[in-house]
């Protein structure tokens, strides 16, 4: 899928955390950027068809510039060491828009913030928005040690300072989460956001759903998804491209991207995971297996939609937009 880009230039690049430097964006003009709301993202077009996706950690308000917080990934493709090692104040950077695919609800009588590492970054945004329009909420943030957690200063000096709490597994901060106490509150008009790694992840809404939470209050976002196209299970299908374009078989240990590929039909791709949304693709008939992370209950069940990165076939064939 295709995406309009606007290009930026790096103002600041600022060592957070261990591993963590905070980028600061701004237009090449010197004027507004395009607006967001809390818990959006941009890609970020690094060259030779590597885009990442990184979450925009300041608050909505501000129009002058775009922040972003990026994790070094150890085990990683390359996408956040090129950001450290190479990209540098004064650089230029295509992006895309802002997206939201985890949005806050404004109307929430409470909402409880809960971010594992760099999680933080889209809830800081929640945060600031939530305070501009004077809704309760708590902020907890956890980490291995103190040294990981970015961001400190501005939780310190922030207005809504008083509603964040930082939670180390060393004992830092006000040491590690007792998550079943801050889980307690059930009310009806209550909304759960959790970002993190997926561990983090699915333990909060285990723990959530357990303790009384209804699931249409409980809001995710995954960095990395849990999920494979050759998970166990797969089997063997065809796509074809266009209702009278070229049929592709589609082994059991392959990708639909992997199989157009070999056969010269490129996808605009970026996370291989099922987490971005970049390849997202057309579906002209078909039933789709989903195995992503993107998209939404209501979205798979049209079942027009698709990200061949991850997702495969429950017939025989799916016939895809060309």
């Known amino acids: 899928m295709n995406q309009d880009l606007i290009t930026v230039?790096?103002?600041?690049?600022?060592?957070?955390?261990?591993?963590?430097?905070r980028?600061?964006?701004?237009?090449?003009?010197?004027?507004?950027?395009?607006?967001?709301?809390?818990?959006?993202?941009?890609?970020?077009?690094?060259g030779s068809g590597l885009i990442r996706h990184y979450s925009l950690c300041n608050s909505p308000e501000e129009t002058h510039r775009y922040v972003l917080g990026v994790l070094?990934?150890?085990?990683?493709?390359?996408?956040?060491?090129?950001?450290?090692?190479?990209?540098?104040?004064?650089?230029?950077?295509?992006?895309?828009?802002?997206?939201?695919?985890?949005?806050?609800?404004?109307?929430?009588?409470?909402?409880?913030?809960?971010?594992?590492?760099?999680?933080?970054?889209p809830l800081l945004a929640m945060a600031e928005r939530l305070r501009v329009l004077g809704k309760p909420f708590d902020l907890r943030y956890c980490n291995r040690s103190?040294?990981?957690?970015?961001?400190?200063?501005?939780?310190?000096?922030?207005?809504?300072?008083?509603?964040?709490?930082?939670?180390?597994?060393?004992g830092g901060g006000a040491g590690p989460l007792n998550l079943d106490d801050v889980l307690q509150d059930t009310r009806?008009?209550?909304?759960?956001?959790?970002?993190?790694?997926?561990?983090?992840?699915?333990?909060?809404?285990?723990r959530a759903r357990a303790a009384g939470w209804a699931q249409p209050a409980l809001h995710s976002e995954r960095f990395t998804a849990d999920v494979t196209s050759q998970a166990p299970g797969s089997t063997a299908f065809e796509v074809q491209v266009g209702?009278?374009?070229?049929?592709?078989p589609v082994a059991a240990d392959q990708s639909v991207v992997a199989a157009l590929h070999l056969h010269g039909i490129e996808i605009a791709m970026s996370c291989e995971q099922g987490v971005c949304g970049t390849c997202l693709t057309r579906v002209l008939e078909g039933e789709v297996e989903h195995r992503d992370s993107y998209l939404t209950d209501a979205e798979r069940a049209q079942g027009d939609i698709f990200l061949p990165c991850c997702s495969r076939a429950r017939s025989a064939r799916l016939v895809i937009a060309p």
């Open 23 to 46: 980028f600061e964006l701004v237009a090449m003009d010197g004027g507004a950027l395009p607006a967001f709301t809390a818990g959006a993202h941009v890609s970020v077009h690094l």
């Open 72 to 121: 070094r990934e150890r085990s990683g493709r390359g996408g956040s060491a090129c950001m450290h090692d190479e990209i540098h104040e004064g650089a230029t950077l295509q992006i895309g828009l802002p997206r939201n695919q985890f949005v806050l609800d404004e109307h929430a009588g409470f909402s409880l913030l809960l971010a594992g590492g760099i999680g933080i970054t």
């Open 146 to 170: 103190r040294e990981r957690a970015a961001f400190l200063d501005r939780l310190d000096s922030a207005a809504f300072g008083q509603c964040a709490r930082l939670h180390c597994d060393d």
């Open 188 to 206: 009806r008009d209550a909304h759960i956001y959790v970002c993190g790694p997926g561990g983090f992840i699915d333990h909060v809404l285990d």
């Open 243 to 248: 209702r009278a374009g070229p049929v592709i």
């Open 9 to 21: 230039k790096v103002a600041r690049k600022v060592p957070e955390a261990q591993d963590i430097a």
